[in-house]
């Protein structure tokens, strides 16, 4: 059984991140979200087939041709035209029931084992308390009557994942479905035509980790979430005077300075740099050949590859792009104090993120100057830079 996995998006609602990158590359507890989708999926597949269009490059160099000695088949979408046109584009390599995975969603091995255990075509479903803004799955017994999307009078609470079991006959099917509402090839409307023709559907239920990570703050729930599984490993070079409490991980090539205090679960990559006197609190990842120095405090965060944080920082609830700067004194803002979850700018729009702790986004490469004040829910673009002493109070700069 093969796993074709759907890593041609975008990622437009997760810029900046995605600026410099596919989304399935945005990397989540020390490595790239897609990496993980492969990872749950790896006991049950014999091979891989990746859907890739938008930085595919950045995917391929990163993968290779196998992954945990299943070898991988690319295909390129150039132009994302939906689900189901994504999964048509496996047909060619696929010859027997296979499953058909989003590549940035965190999913446990039992999730797809249910998946791949099932005996006809499968949704994944979990129960939700609102399930009005999914895709709701309607059953009449054990089989699935239909999938609607958002709808105001829900069938059932049973959201659809997006996570399926097919056999090769959906390509059929997939070949005959229309454009939606939406003007996208929908894979929900091609197991419609399938259920229409009597064909057997299950749902299978989830009561597991499941989450989809498609604006940037829930990569920090995905990170959260992940890094729990982490257990405590000191592989680098740890000084005399640095204190390591709980699930931390310092990789080979990983250096702590004396005077450090870190409270896991924090995963410090090969190459990163810590200390002297910093305090890391978890859920952080210190990516690697990233640096926190003196006197910086970092919680609950991301620091990509070569992000350096140097003297004086709070770093709170953000996510600071690879090899992005913050200049001596930088403070991050992530809590309101009306008490208010904080917003953030989703395609020009602001969101209420529903948390009430949330730091700044940056960019990759992202300088600011000394004592610049970052406010909750900012993100700085590609290119941006702030004036020593500035409070950014909005977003700026490019891909936003
Ligand atoms: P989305 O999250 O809906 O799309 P996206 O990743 O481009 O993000 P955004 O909406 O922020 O621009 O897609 C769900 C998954 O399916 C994701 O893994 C990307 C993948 N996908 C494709 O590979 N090809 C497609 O044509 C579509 C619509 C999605």
Same mark, same amino acid.
């Given at each position: 059984m093969k796993?074709?996995?759907?890593?041609?998006?975008?990622?437009?609602?997760?810029r900046?991140?995605?600026?410099?990158?596919p989304?399935?590359?945005?990397?989540?507890a020390?490595?790239?979200?897609?990496?993980?989708?492969?990872?749950?999926?790896?006991?049950?597949v014999?091979?891989?087939?990746?859907?890739v269009?938008y930085?595919?490059?950045?995917?391929?160099?990163?993968?290779?041709?196998?992954?945990?000695?299943k070898?991988?088949?690319?295909?390129d979408?150039?132009?994302?035209?939906g689900?189901?046109?994504?999964?048509?584009?496996?047909?060619?390599?696929?010859?027997?029931?296979?499953?058909?995975?989003?590549g940035?969603?965190?999913?446990?091995?039992g999730?797809?084992?249910?998946?791949?255990?099932?005996?006809?075509?499968?949704i994944?479903t979990m129960?939700?308390?609102?399930?009005?803004?999914?895709?709701?799955?309607?059953?009449?017994?054990?089989?699935?009557v239909?999938?609607?999307?958002?709808?105001d009078?829900?069938?059932?609470?049973?959201a659809?994942?997006g996570?399926?079991?097919?056999?090769?006959?959906i390509?059929e099917?997939?070949?005959?479905?229309?454009?939606?509402?939406?003007?996208?090839?929908?894979?929900?409307?091609?197991?419609?035509?399938?259920i229409?023709?009597g064909?057997?559907?299950?749902a299978v239920? !989830? %009561?597991?980790?499941w989450?989809?990570?498609?604006?940037?703050? &829930?990569?920090? $729930?995905?990170?959260? +979430?992940? @890094?729990?599984?982490?257990?405590?490993?000191?592989?680098?070079?740890i000084e005399d005077?640095?204190?390591?409490?709980?699930?931390?991980?310092?990789?080979?090539?990983a250096?702590?300075r004396?005077?450090?205090y870190?409270?896991?679960?924090?995963?410090?990559?090969?190459?990163?740099?810590?200390?002297p006197?910093?305090?890391?609190?978890?859920a952080?990842v210190?990516?690697?050949?990233?640096?926190?120095?003196?006197?910086?405090?970092?919680?609950?965060?991301?620091?990509?590859?070569?992000?350096?944080?140097?003297?004086?920082?709070?770093v709170?609830d953000?996510?600071?792009?690879?090899d992005?700067?913050?200049?001596?004194?930088?403070?991050v803002?992530?809590?309101? !104090? %009306?008490?208010?979850?904080?917003?953030?700018?989703?395609?020009? &729009?602001?969101? $209420?993120?529903g948390? +009430?702790? @949330?730091?700044?986004?940056?960019?990759?490469g992202?300088?600011?100057?000394?004592?610049?004040?970052?406010?909750a829910?900012?993100?700085?673009?590609?290119?941006?830079?702030?004036?020593p002493?500035?409070?950014v109070?909005?977003?700026?700069g490019d891909?936003?």
């Amino acid at each position: 059984m093969k796993a074709v996995v759907l890593a041609a998006g975008e990622g437009t609602r997760m810029r900046p991140l995605t600026a410099t990158r596919p989304k399935p590359m945005v990397p989540v507890a020390g490595k790239p979200l897609v990496e993980h989708v492969l990872d749950a999926a790896a006991e049950h597949v014999d091979g891989y087939v990746l859907v890739v269009g938008y930085k595919a490059d950045a995917i391929r160099d990163h993968l290779g041709d196998a992954h945990r000695g299943k070898p991988i088949t690319y295909v390129d979408q150039d132009e994302q035209r939906g689900t189901a046109h994504a999964i048509g584009k496996a047909d060619p390599h696929v010859d027997e029931r296979f499953l058909a995975l989003n590549g940035d969603v965190v999913i446990d091995d039992g999730l797809v084992a249910k998946l791949a255990n099932a005996d006809s075509t499968a949704i994944a479903t979990m129960r939700v308390d609102d399930p009005r803004s999914y895709g709701v799955v309607g059953r009449d017994g054990d089989r699935v009557v239909d999938i609607v999307e958002k709808p105001d009078d829900p069938p059932s609470n049973l959201a659809n994942l997006g996570l399926y079991a097919f056999d090769p006959a959906i390509f059929e099917y997939i070949e005959r479905t229309g454009r939606s509402e939406r003007g996208e090839y929908e894979i929900t409307d091609s197991i419609e035509m399938l259920i229409e023709d009597g064909d057997r559907v299950v749902a299978v239920e !989830h %009561d597991g980790a499941w989450l989809d990570v498609g604006r940037p703050w &829930e990569v920090l $729930d995905a990170n959260e +979430r992940l @890094l729990e599984h982490c257990s405590r490993r000191l592989d680098g070079e740890i000084e005399d005077g640095a204190t390591l409490n709980g699930d931390v991980v310092v990789e080979e090539g990983a250096r702590v300075r004396s005077g450090a205090y870190v409270e896991g679960p924090v995963l410090i990559q090969s190459g990163a740099d810590v200390g002297p006197n910093a305090y890391v609190r978890g859920a952080t990842v210190i990516g690697p050949d990233a640096r926190v120095g003196n006197a910086v405090e970092v919680k609950n965060s991301i620091l990509l590859s070569g992000a350096s944080a140097g003297h004086l920082s709070y770093v709170g609830d953000s996510i600071i792009g690879a090899d992005a700067n913050l200049g001596a004194g930088t403070k991050v803002a992530n809590l309101r !104090h %009306d008490d208010q979850s904080v917003q953030m700018a989703v395609k020009g &729009e602001q969101v $209420d993120t529903g948390r +009430r702790k @949330l730091g700044t986004v940056l960019a990759d490469g992202v300088k600011t100057g000394i004592n610049t004040s970052l406010n909750a829910g900012t993100k700085l673009g590609v290119g941006a830079m702030t004036r020593p002493g500035e409070a950014v109070m909005s977003d700026r700069g490019d891909g936003v």
